[in-house]
């Protein structure tokens, strides 16, 4: 079976610009998570949904940040505009429910100049 | 809150070399414990787990044992090979059971030939 997918793996953009990220969970998983990492905080979750349906965005660090899922197949968390501090390796994971084991995509590693 | 504590890393070491990765946690309930490894440049991969109080996770020669005494779930391997190299995360899942995981800072391990 496939892992959990994101794209686009690197990304390099300029201050200000719109960043999309895209993550397919694995097939028959309806818990989704965003999580970033970086050097300073480690690894923190942004945002999950259940269903598809957003059940925790406390996470999310400010209004530039917003995230969708609008099947059980796809989701995307956008930046806009997106900053220098907003470098960091995002993650994309998905399982089964609660209880059950997360799996994690291989990243999403932004760099903002 | 639910919280995970690592020892605080880079852990050195020689190659066949007994290894421990302290992890202690805080919550308020019955988690399930994980420990995850990232390999550089990759995603996080579940490594072992454990679910109840004594349960003992392996996987890899790896090996961890939920300690609920001392809220603890230490990472151990006997002999550690260079490919073994990566940054170890500790975590549990939250006790509102929402099946979010809060992870420990992680811990790097380099493991010389």
């Known amino acids: 079976d496939a892992g959990v997918i994101q794209s686009p793996r690197h990304e390099v953009t300029e201050m200000g610009q719109e960043v999309t990220l895209r993550c397919k969970p694995i097939?028959?998983?309806?818990?989704l998570f965003w999580y970033r990492q970086t050097m300073m905080r480690g690894l923190e979750l942004l945002i999950y949904?259940?269903?598809?349906?957003?059940?925790?965005d406390s996470g999310m660090p400010e209004d530039r940040f917003s995230a969708k899922m609008p099947n059980a197949s796809f989701s995307t968390l956008k930046i806009q505009p997106s900053e220098p501090r907003d470098s960091a390796v995002y993650f994309c994971?998905?399982?089964?429910?609660?209880?059950?084991?997360?799996?994690f995509g291989e990243g999403s590693w932004l760099t903002v100049v | 809150g639910d919280s995970v504590t690592q020892m605080e890393g880079p852990v050195t070491l020689s190659e066949e070399a007994f290894l421990t990765i302290n992890c202690t946690y805080t919550?308020?309930?019955?988690?399930?414990l994980f420990w995850y490894v990232q390999y550089p440049g990759e995603g996080l991969q579940l490594l072992l787990k454990?679910?109840?109080?004594?349960d003992k996770g392996s996987n890899k020669g790896f090996e961890a044992t939920y300690r609920k005494e001392t809220t603890s779930f230490h990472l151990e391997k006997g002999s550690v090979q260079v490919s073994d190299s990566a940054v170890y995360f500790c975590?549990?899942?939250?006790?509102?059971?929402?099946?979010?995981?809060?992870f420990g800072q992680g811990t790097t391990l380099q493991v010389k030939p």
């Open positions: 994971a998905s399982s089964r429910g609660s209880g059950n084991t997360i799996y």
């Open positions: 949904f259940n269903n598809n349906v957003p059940i925790d």
């Open positions: 097939s028959g998983h309806n818990s």
């Open positions: 975590a549990l899942s939250d006790s509102s059971n929402t099946g979010k995981l809060i």
């Open positions: 919550a308020t309930g019955y988690p399930s």
């Open positions: 454990a679910t109840k109080a004594d």
